[in-house]
């Protein structure tokens, strides 16, 4: 298997760093820091410090032990077991599904903002939000077929794109200050966050929405080195990260090498900052006409996709069984 897949071209190559840029910097969850007000800039040095440094030193120590096709869930299975890697692997398709879904809501709300006034009737427009979704997923379904040959020049361009528009929004006030802005005003100011549940709720969602996506090192990982392939099954992305977590601390029977201290403090740093991620997902950071009614769909829809996602694991093994 390693050595067909060394034949392989490597189609990626060195520009899989544009590729790495474009998943992990997400620029609509930005927004969320308005809400942090002046302490912002300091909810992003601790969240750079608390949950991207050891998502980073996680993802870099599991992927130099285990370099497997699928990254993630291949992790989880192969440490705890197939119920927590399959689980995990349901948790990113999910993921996708639903990140595609809003992307034509996305795209038409990000096109009657630059478009002005006039064009504030798109984002209400029902059919043109189906019609761009549509149209993006057709798009995309495209590009897949025509493989990264092609694929490879669209992400780049979506990096290029990334670091193009975060150097305008960073050299933007250094030469034209905002209309009105106060004269005390500062460009990066380090303003301690008030220690309320909003501005908690505030730092977990900015930091998991807009600093994640370092696990798909793993899946680039073969643009570099063979890899093992391990499983046929084609499944991507987070909502596992308490598990990624998890391995370094409480999996170290299986692991070949066993992780370091500092490695440890890195885990549970990460694994607390998204365990409060999750447990205050149920909090808005914006107003809702009514929040319980938010938390209680919020919860019946995570739990009821992962009572779903044990169905289709238990029955698929029951059928398996009867089949041998």
Not at 168 to 176: A, C, E, G, N, T
Not at 225 to 251: D, E, N, Q
Not at 289 to 306: E, I
């Amino acid at each position: 298997m390693q050595a067909h897949q060394a034949e392989l071209r490597k189609e990626l190559g060195i520009v899989v760093v544009l590729a790495q840029i474009t998943c992990i910097v997400t620029l609509e969850f930005f927004g969320t820091a308005v809400k942090a007000g002046s302490s912002h800039a300091a909810l992003w040095l601790t969240a750079i410090a608390l949950f991207f440094v050891p998502q980073a030193l996680g993802v870099t120590y599991l992927n130099q032990l285990m370099p497997l096709e699928g990254g993630l869930y291949e992790w989880a299975r192969l440490i705890f077991n197939d119920a927590t890697g399959f689980l995990v692997a349901w948790n990113l398709w999910l993921y996708i599904v639903f990140l595609v879904a809003e992307y034509g809501f996305v795209l038409i709300t990000y096109f009657a903002f630059a478009l002005g006034p006039d064009a504030a009737w798109m984002a209400s427009s029902k059919w043109l939000i189906v019609g761009a979704s549509a149209a993006l997923v057709g798009g995309l379904a495209w590009v897949s077929v025509l493989g990264l040959r092609i694929g490879k020049w669209i992400t780049n361009a979506g990096g290029v794109v990334t670091i193009v528009a975060l150097g305008v929004l960073i050299l933007l006030p250094l030469f034209r200050p905002m209309p009105g802005t106060d004269p005390a005003y500062r460009r990066l100011p380090l303003v301690r966050p008030a220690l309320t549940l909003l501005s908690l709720s505030v730092f977990t969602k900015m930091t998991f929405g807009a600093l994640c996506g370092f696990e798909f090192v793993a899946i680039f990982w073969p643009s570099f080195h063979p890899v093992k392939s391990t499983s046929s099954v084609r499944y991507r992305r987070r909502s596992a990260y308490l598990v990624m977590f998890a391995i370094p601390l409480v999996g170290n029977r299986k692991l070949p090498i066993k992780p370091r201290i500092w490695l440890r403090v890195a885990a549970v740093s990460g694994f607390i900052v998204t365990l409060l991620f999750v447990v205050l997902s149920i909090f808005p950071v914006i107003d809702v006409p009514h929040p319980a009614s938010y938390a209680w769909k919020t919860v019946a829809v995570v739990v009821g996709a992962n009572v779903l996602g044990g169905v289709f694991f238990i029955s698929s093994r029951q059928q398996h069984r009867m089949a041998e």
